[in-house]
């Protein structure tokens, strides 16, 4: 089993959909939980990044963080095109050299 | 600003052929970091390096995998006798931040090889 599980779908939404992402993990010493987007082709970038438990907002995404629950979320309102691509939720411990550990990736797909 | 560069895009290698794989990272960037991305997975570890000096390398799969930054900028990833299974996209990212401080990893486009 790996330490990060993450449904790789695909996930097909309509335009200005909101969508969930999620991520469910094994090793309770993980302290920092990260959301990064990845196009086709492209390497991923960075979208959130929480530290600990509680939630984050900015802009049209929310992360969200249960380190009781060993499970992480990422909301996305008012979908877009746009945000048709790969989500990758990561992880890292602290003072591990901050290697992330990433889930397999979900794929969304937003409609017109 | 230039970001994390790669070279080359794409590799095709034969079976038991050595490749060298290069990773740029943004000017002044501390920290370095290759992943593996197989098909349809996400990013796995394989070696850190802080300036020059390799602080991890746990996530090598065998020793035909060699990674150096000798002057603590430019990074080469060496695969020797690639084998089939080595077929993947190798990332780099470079990170401000040193092992002891929690900052982004900003990555290249990878380098796609396919090792026939």
């Known amino acids: 089993q790996k330490e990060v599980e993450q449904d790789p779908g695909p996930l097909s939404v309509p335009e200005g959909a909101i969508v969930s992402l999620n991520c469910t993990y094994s090793?309770?010493?993980?302290?920092?939980f990260m959301w990064y987007r990845q196009y086709s082709r492209k390497g991923p970038e960075l979208l959130m990044y929480t530290y600990s438990s509680g939630n984050k907002e900015d802009g049209r995404f929310t992360a969200q963080v249960d380190k009781s629950s060993k499970y992480i979320s990422l909301f996305i309102r008012d979908s877009q095109p746009s945000d048709s691509a790969t989500y990758l939720c990561?992880?890292?411990?602290?003072?591990?050299?901050?290697?992330?550990?990433f889930g397999t990736g979900t794929q969304l797909k937003v409609e017109l | 600003g230039a970001g994390v560069s790669q070279s080359p895009r794409y590799k095709v290698a034969k079976r038991g052929q050595d490749v060298a794989l290069r990773c740029d990272p943004i000017?002044?960037?501390?920290?370095l970091f290759w992943y593996q991305q197989a098909l349809g997975q996400g990013p796995e570890f394989l070696t850190y390096?802080?300036?020059?000096?390799?602080?991890?390398k746990s996530g090598l799969p065998s020793d035909r995998f060699f990674a150096e930054r000798p002057e603590g900028s430019v990074s080469t990833l060496k695969i020797q006798r690639t084998q089939q299974e080595d077929s993947a996209v190798y990332l780099c990212?470079?990170?401000?931040?040193?092992?002891?401080?929690?900052?982004?990893?900003?990555f290249g486009p990878g380098t796609r090889l396919t090792v026939l």
């Open positions: 390096f802080q300036n020059e000096a390799q602080l991890d």
């Open positions: 000017s002044g960037h501390v920290s």
């Open positions: 990212a470079s990170s401000p931040g040193t092992s002891g401080r929690i900052t982004e990893q900003f």
């Open positions: 090793n309770s010493a993980f302290q920092y």
């Open positions: 990561a992880m890292t411990l602290t003072g591990g050299g901050n290697k992330l550990t």
